[in-house]
């Protein structure tokens, strides 16, 4: 009988303890305000991930964490930062890092856009302030073997989607999108100047909506470099007036006549460097431009992003004025 009543005791220590060890696994916790975020080295041990919850104060202790890890001892854990904003049970905790739940923000970069553009988009994220991105793109050291002459990284932050962590500072992201831009580079497999190709293509792409008019485009700047002509490129006076400060989100008679490096209607030839991020077709473009006599094009006064192209400056001028007229309803 006596055995009995110790078995019965013991059994019911253990459905008492099973019960404690369930309770602390499924019980909603929260030991921080706001939003934590633990990030979970690749390599971490499964106490030291436990070590790093508990001190953050996702779950209750290391041994909350491990208990859950029993019942999920099947699962790898996933390296990475996990952000917590609410009340979540031990066992909630352990399948999110198993299943890699991890936290990033998405910076969608499109072909064209420049240091402050990105720099915007990062800062409007919640990632770090536009300012801080651009002083870092400023610096051209992560491309300087490439370009030697290249004035800051712009043209060799290559456009694409970034994930970025809670951490991700703006000189990771620059080396995050050089380095995207170092394999795209390769891919072309051509010997053709760095700097050169990369700083039309800038120009190309910013002329060019449509993909098929890009080699035209190309072939226009390409015409009047061979002839010492200005390539009067609208968006490098736009660029200049982003460089000091003083854009307006238009372009005045005033930028256009400003004696500035990247204006390329007060300089010949291409300006220092390149003026926007270009994709590989602006790139393939500049690498191999259409045969054409063309060196002049102009929007034509529709909703189809086209261009009217020209050979000579008289027929630009017509389309030039049929554009004009369209644009401010003149009959």
């Not at 508990?54 to 029993?70: H, I, K, P, Q, T």
């Not at 035209?216 to 010492?228: D, E, H, M, T």
Request: net charge positive; proline share 6%.
């Amino acid at each position: 009988m006596k055995l009995w009543r110790a078995v019965a005791m013991l059994v019911a220590l253990a459905m008492a303890g099973g019960a404690l060890l369930y309770y602390r696994a499924t019980r909603r916790y929260r030991g921080f305000t706001g939003t934590v975020y633990v990030d979970l080295p690749r390599g971490t041990s499964t106490g030291g991930i436990a070590a790093l919850l508990a001190e953050a104060g996702v779950v209750g202790s290391r041994w909350d964490f491990w208990l859950a890890r029993l019942v999920n001892r099947g699962r790898s854990l996933q390296a990475g930062e996990y952000a917590f904003d609410r009340p979540a049970s031990a066992m909630e905790v352990a399948g999110r890092i198993a299943r890699g739940d991890i936290f990033y923000y998405e910076l969608v970069v499109p072909e064209g856009k420049n240091m402050f553009d990105i720099g915007a988009a990062a800062e409007q994220l919640g990632v770090f302030k536009a300012a801080d991105f651009v002083k870092a793109a400023q610096d051209p050291t992560l491309i300087r073997d490439l370009d030697p002459k290249a004035p800051t990284l712009e043209g060799y932050l290559f456009p694409s989607t970034y994930r970025l962590g809670h951490r991700t500072g703006p000189a990771q992201l620059c080396r995050m999108m050089t380095d995207r831009f170092r394999v795209a580079w390769r891919g072309l497999n051509t010997d053709a100047s760095v700097h050169e190709t990369v700083t039309l293509a800038s120009l190309v792409e910013k002329e060019g909506k449509l993909a098929e008019e890009r080699p035209l485009i190309a072939a226009v700047f390409a015409n009047r470099l061979r002839r010492g002509m200005k390539l009067e490129c609208d968006p490098t006076t736009t660029y200049a007036a982003q460089l000091l400060g003083v854009y307006r989100g238009t372009i005045y008679r005033s930028d256009l006549d400003r004696d500035h490096p990247y204006n390329t209607y007060s300089h010949a030839g291409l300006p220092p460097g390149p003026i926007a991020n270009p994709g590989i077709p602006s790139l393939r473009a500049a690498l191999d431009p259409a045969v054409s006599e063309d060196l002049y094009f102009v929007r034509k006064p529709d909703d189809s992003g086209s261009h009217q192209f020209s050979t000579s400056l008289a027929a630009h001028t017509v389309a030039a004025e049929k554009y004009r007229r369209a644009v401010h309803k003149v009959p």
